[in-house]
């Protein structure tokens, strides 16, 4: 029997319920076994696919060891484990569990704003107190490179095992990078996002491991699953076109004009962007062809697979 294609889920929390959503929207409900608590599942349609349930930075763990072949996990902690590309490969942004990793310093320091102010303020305060300013995170490769980047050097890392947002009022630390969605958190401590102080907009992604050990049979999986994926993700950002068909002079030049636009030809009809629905609905109706039924795919499964043929190409 051969072995399974290891795919790793967030275990809880919102992210496990948006990702268990996005699934089911690409016909692939996830089963878990043993019950609510257990920690292995399957995913109904796709045989051949194990489904292991693990916290958020376990999964980003678990792609860069090879232990799974696919995971879904935030950007955020796949570029902290470091040299991203050599490890795993992006297949997708999902849309969900949206975050920002930013840089603040108290609202107080009303002469910092930029990243170049806090490079100011850092050599003062080392020349003041001979010390270096603090910063408290739990995201020290992204801290060290933004701040390499923007010639910050005269700092020290302060690592964060709690709410790293209420460091400075406890006297832990001078500044802060963490993920914030809205501010909110931060404001409420008495911070402010530096106006350049944007590290990384952060999203769930599905992502592929470089480092695993890639089969015939899971790789067969794999291109389902991928397979399922994007023809969905093309299906939600279409709309098809069907009216009966003339053949005559003026239908040409209106197809010819749509696919020439970026329109797909279909057999019995068009394929375009879901937004453009309405517009190429009146070109068709002002050429004297209609009625005009405008309707939306459930899945879109074009003979190319892009991000497979990528994978493929990288694992093996």
């Known amino acids: 029997m051969s072995e399974p294609l290891i ?5 809880k929390g919102r992210l496990k319920e948006q990702v268990d959503e996005w699934l089911a929207d690409c016909g692939l ?19 051949g696919a194990q489904v292991r349930l693990l916290s958020a930075s376990d999964i980003a763990d678990a792609l860069g060891a090879g232990e799974a072949h696919f995971g879904i996990t935030g950007e955020d ?10 490890r795993v490969l992006l297949l997708r942004a999902l849309g969900f569990g949206r975050a920002d990793l930013v840089v603040a310093a108290p609202k107080s320091w009303l ?24 910063v408290a ?8 490179s933004f701040f390499a980047r923007h010639g910050v050097v005269d700092y020290r890392i302060t690592e964060s095992g709690g709410a790293t947002e209420g460091a400075p009022a406890a006297g832990a630390a001078e500044l802060v990078v963490d993920i914030t969605t809205t501010g909110a958190t931060l404001a409420a401590n008495g911070l402010k996002v530096l106006s350049d102080g944007l590290i990384l907009k952060s999203q769930a992604q599905l992502t592929a491991s470089l480092k695993a050990v890639w089969s015939a049979d899971q790789l067969a999986t794999a291109e389902r699953l991928l397979r399922a994926v994007e023809a969905r993700a093309s299906a939600l950002a279409s709309a ?9 002079g003026a239908e040409t030049r209106v197809v010819d004009r749509l696919t020439a636009a970026g329109a797909s030809r279909r057999p019995n009809g068009l394929l375009i962007e879901a937004g453009r629905a309405a517009e190429a609905a009146a070109a068709l109706t002002a050429a004297g062809l209609g009625p005009v039924t405008v309707s939306r795919p459930d899945f879109v499964f074009e003979v190319e697979c ?7 190409q990288q694992v093996l």
């Open 77 to 86: 902690l796949l570029r902290e484990r470091g040299d991203l590309e050599s």
């Open 306 to 312: 892009p991000p497979f043929s990528t994978l493929k």
């Open 137 to 144: 995170t739990k995201y020290l490769v992204q801290t060290r």
């Open 7 to 11: 795919i790793a889920v967030p275990s």
């Open 240 to 248: 098809t076109l069907v009216w009966p068909a003339t053949g005559n």
């Open 29 to 47: 409900d996830l089963a878990v076994s043993g019950g609510a608590r257990g920690y292995l599942a399957s995913l109904k349609g796709l045989p």
């Open 111 to 134: 002469d910092v704003d930029t990243m170049a102010d806090l490079e100011e303020v850092a050599h003062d305060y080392l020349a003041r107190t001979g010390r270096r300013m603090r």
